[in-house]
């Protein structure tokens, strides 16, 4: 299983060394699906303006626009209401799955709802995250990124990882992602976390995990 797991996208020549050397061949040639459904729960995104700017790869989300064969669009929302005949075999065959921010418990609901989240640890694809499209991958997210609840309550998330992440650290737009709020965080969520800003990504490869950044992130542990 192949993660790239970013903060703010492929917002830099590291990160996307990072993602070609997770390909096996070029970009140019390579399928990809967006997953913009993590928005939808997040009350600054939501439907509308964002997510389509996420879809066609607008300025500001550089992920979808760095030059993909084809990108198509896999809402899982609608997947439980069609045949896993009409979307299974389109997932198992892309290359990359782009998977937007927003709300990491709702995109976590909706990944175990379609049915996603069971086929993820075998597809071929490499998975690129953005904010909450990574940090759905941990165990849990804790109680300062809950924003939209699940019917079951609590926090946890896939768990595919054994590590959580603090995204968007010291970003302009975001006065509380210090340093000192992330070591809290850290402190409250127990076990292995990283705090990362947006020109840091965490790839891992088959269990492997390598930070790569040209920004700032720090390894927070108890």
Request: glycine share 10%; net charge negative.
């Amino acid at each position: 299983m192949k993660l790239l797991l970013t903060s703010g996208g492929v917002l830099n020549k590291s990160i996307h060394a990072a993602l070609v050397d997770m390909l096996d061949k070029p970009i140019a040639e390579c399928n990809a699906l967006c997953i913009p459904t993590a928005m939808y729960g997040h009350p600054w995104v939501g439907p509308g303006v964002k997510a389509w700017e996420f879809i066609t790869g607008t300025p500001g989300n550089p992920m979808v626009d760095l030059g993909w064969k084809s990108v198509g669009v896999l809402e899982l929302t609608a997947l439980p209401s069609i045949s896993e005949d009409r979307w299974v075999p389109l997932v198992r065959e892309t290359d990359v799955l782009l998977v937007s921010g927003g709300d990491a418990l709702y995109l976590n609901y909706w990944m175990q709802q379609s049915g996603l989240a069971d086929l993820l640890p075998s597809l071929k694809a490499v998975y690129v995250g953005m904010s909450a499209g990574s940090m759905v991958m941990a165990p849990r997210i804790g109680e300062d990124f809950v924003g939209w609840t699940p019917p079951t309550g609590g926090d946890e998330t896939l768990g595919l990882v054994d590590f959580a992440m603090f995204p968007h650290l010291e970003h302009e737009m975001l006065p509380d992602n210090t340093m000192a709020a992330a070591e809290k965080w850290a402190a409250e969520i127990g076990g292995p976390a990283y705090a990362i800003d947006d020109d840091t990504a965490i790839k891992v490869v088959d269990g492997e995990v390598e930070v790569i950044s040209e920004g700032h992130w720090k390894r927070l542990t108890l």
